[in-house]
T-cell receptor
Framework: KQEVTQIPAALSVPEGENLVLNCSFT??????LQWFRQDPGKGLTSLLL?????REQTSGRLNASLDKSSGRSTLYIAASQPGDSATYLC????????????FGTGTRLTVIP | EPEVTQTPSHQVTQMGQEVILRCVPI?????FYWYRQILGQKVEFLVS????????KSEIFDDQFSVERPDGSNFTLKIRSTKLEDSAMYFC???????????FGSGTRLTVV
C-alpha cells in the first residue's frame, strides 16, 4: 500500500525567506503527484500537478520537483509571504488501475510578518 | 474559474440518522470522488464514480454509504445510519480526465452527536 510522508510536520519562517517542503512516497510506480494548499477548516486548493514523466512544475513563486525513482517530491516557495500560511498537502496517484489519491499528513506553514 | 460546490458547509446530526451530502462538480468533468478527513488525520479516499457507476471504493465505504448522480449535475453521498466515528470533513472532487488534476470542493463538516 502506498504511504506518503511529509516532513517537517510544521514550519515557521520569517517573511521573505525561501523554503522547501518535502514529500516522500513508498511506491515509486506513480501516475502523477499533486500539491495542495489547505486553509484551516477549508477545502483543498490545487497548487501544482506533476506527471510521472516530468521533473518539475512552476507556478509563480512555487516550484515543485519530482524524483520518482527515489520516491520524493519537494515544494519550493520563494520569498514567502504571510498569506502563504496554510497546510500544504502532497498526494500521489497510483501508476495503474484506480484513479484515487494517497495523501500525506501535511506540513503546517506559518510565515511571520 | 470553475468550482466544485458542496452543501451544506456544516451539518450536525444525531447518531443513527441518515444524512445526504451534496456536491455539484464542474460541468464538463467526467470523474467524481468523495474523500473524508477526520480531524487531525490524513485525507482518505472513499469512492470514485465514472460513467454513472462506482469505479472504486475503499474499505471505509461499506454498506452504510452510497453515492448517486441523480440528474447529471448533482453528486451525492448518503450515509444511512450515522455513527460517532463518521464525524469528519467530507470533500467532493471532480476531474476532467485521467491526465488532469483534481478540483476539490470546500467540504462539508459532518458532526454526529
Amino acid at each position: 500500500k502506498q504511504e506518503v510522508t511529509q516532513i517537517p510536520a510544521a514550519l515557521s519562517v520569517p517573511e521573505g525567506e525561501n523554503l522547501v517542503l518535502n514529500c516522500s512516497f513508498t511506491d515509486s510506480a506513480i501516475y502523477n503527484l499533486q500539491w495542495f494548499r489547505q486553509d484551516p477548516g477549508k477545502g483543498l486548493t490545487s497548487l501544482l500537478l506533476i506527471q510521472s514523466s516530468q521533473r518539475e512544475q512552476t507556478s509563480g513563486r512555487l516550484n515543485a520537483s519530482l524524483d520518482k525513482s527515489s520516491g520524493r517530491s519537494t515544494l519550493y516557495i520563494a520569498a514567502s509571504q504571510p498569506g502563504d500560511s496554510a497546510t500544504y498537502l502532497c498526494a500521489v496517484r497510483r501508476g495503474t488501475g484506480a484513479n484515487n489519491l494517497f495523501f500525506g499528513t501535511g506540513t503546517r506553514l506559518t510565515v511571520i510578518p | 474559474e470553475p468550482e466544485v460546490t458542496q452543501t451544506p458547509s456544516h451539518q450536525v446530526t444525531q447518531m443513527g440518522q441518515e444524512v445526504i451530502l451534496r456536491c455539484v462538480p464542474i460541468s464538463n468533468h467526467l470523474y467524481f470522488y468523495w474523500y473524508r478527513q477526520i480531524l487531525g488525520q490524513k485525507v482518505e479516499f472513499l469512492v470514485s464514480f465514472y460513467n454513472n457507476e462506482i469505479s472504486e471504493k475503499s474499505e471505509i465505504f461499506d454498506d452504510q454509504f452510497s453515492v448517486e448522480r441523480p440528474d447529471g449535475s448533482n453528486f451525492t453521498l448518503k450515509i444511512r445510519s450515522t455513527k460517532l466515528e463518521d464525524s469528519a470533513m467530507y470533500f467532493c472532487a471532480s476531474q476532467a480526465g485521467q491526465n488532469y488534476g483534481y478540483t476539490f470542493g470546500s467540504g462539508t463538516r459532518l458532526t454526529v452527536v
